[in-house]
């Protein structure tokens, strides 16, 4: 019994395996936050992209009347529609920038000093 005691005090074949793994794993979820952090901005941005696509779209649409005349008589009309159209006046989400703005509070140490 005290032969398995003591080799189990001095067995540290998996301490080394662990502290490495600790490292490695911790490293690889910095780089995953900084790699999402990048994908959530490339994303805002392409999403912006078509917010101003569907704003940038017009929606006006004119449809020219038709005049039939009569064959006899070149004046007078024999049959005719009268035209009809929509005209889209800009509203005021249309091609606004979408802004990234700070949020006012607790002073932010990135900046730096001069801020």
Known sequence: MTHTFNAFLNDEAGFIISAELVLIMTIGVLAMVVGLTAVRDAVTH?????SHA??????????????KG????GDSSHAYVQGFGYNDSTDECDCN?????????????????DE
Do not use: T, W
């Not at 569907?54 to 005049?67: C, D, E, K």
């Not at 009569?70 to 008589?73: A, F």
């Not at 920038?97 to 000093?113: N, R």
């Open 70 to 73: 009569r064959g006899d008589c």
């Open 46 to 50: 392409e999403l912006n992209d078509i």
């Open 54 to 67: 569907f704003g940038a779209v017009s929606q006006s649409y004119n449809v020219p009347g038709l005049r």
């Open 97 to 113: 920038v979408i802004e990234l703005v700070d949020v006012c509070g607790k002073d932010d140490p990135s900046y730096g000093d």
